[in-house]
């Protein structure tokens, strides 16, 4: 058998093995990079959709139970007066028909806190309690709901009503228990790329024009006339 025989029946050598374990390990490593990179956009773009998904559905609670505010006393002052509002840049409480998937209908004491997660962000939360009609301490109904969580910065604002000489000013803070106020500012900074537009809510009661009338404990319900 000649020399050039022997050497093709040798087949391939130690350096050619190792040449092509190394190809093929470069080749894994570039399929294993790109199917990496793909999850982590899926990952990227499903958290995305449902980080905007909570901002949405909390902008649509707030605007709704903050429209549906009612002038039902929450607490008394020294003297006596009525509070139906009190609020300030971090914390407000109102009273609210509760909302209709916790199962229980009337007017409940309802507070909305920006709470601190204790790593520099905070968490928005609403918490509802049940105030007995014999006009004892409101009853904490379940633990408080998060509505938007990893947020940076925030405060709430409060609108005051117009008056016939001008338009009424904003305040960092409401302790006034002649009225409420006209309109709601909730801005948050979020944690991320999602951003949360500027949220204005309107109220729709006047405290003002019910004060001396009783409170009634059905208003903003559908009352059905007997035929």
Do not use: C
């Not at 509070?83 to 909302?99: N, S």
């Not at 409420?180 to 405290?207: F, H, K, S, Y």
């Amino acid at each position: 058998m000649s020399g050039n025989a022997r050497q093709r029946a040798s087949g391939f050598t130690l350096l050619e093995v190792l040449g092509a374990l190394a190809l093929f390990a470069i080749l894994l490593v570039g399929v294993y990079s790109g199917v990496r990179t793909a999850t982590h956009a899926v990952r990227s773009g499903e958290a995305s959709i449902e980080r905007v998904d909570q901002v949405r559905s909390a902008q649509q609670f707030l605007r709704r139970e903050l429209a549906q505010a009612r002038a039902v006393p929450l607490a008394r002052t020294d003297k006596g007066d009525p509070i139906f509002f009190k609020g300030d840049a971090h914390e407000l409480r109102f009273v609210a028909p509760l909302p209709g998937y916790l199962g229980r209908l009337g007017p409940q004491l309802q507070q909305l806190k920006l709470v601190s997660n204790g790593d520099g962000t905070s968490r928005l939360e609403a918490s509802f309690a049940l105030m007995p009609p014999d006009g004892t301490a409101p009853k904490a109904l379940g633990d408080p709901e998060v509505l938007v969580d990893h947020v940076r910065d925030g405060s709430f604002s409060y609108r005051a009503p117009d008056t016939a000489e001008r338009a009424g000013d904003w305040r960092g803070a409401w302790d006034d228990v002649r009225a409420m106020p006209r309109v709601v500012r909730i801005a948050l900074q979020l944690d991320g790329t999602t951003a949360w537009p500027e949220l204005d809510a309107p109220l729709r009661v006047d405290a003002a024009a019910v004060q001396g009338q009783p409170a009634d404990l059905l208003q903003g319900l559908q009352r059905r006339t007997v035929q």
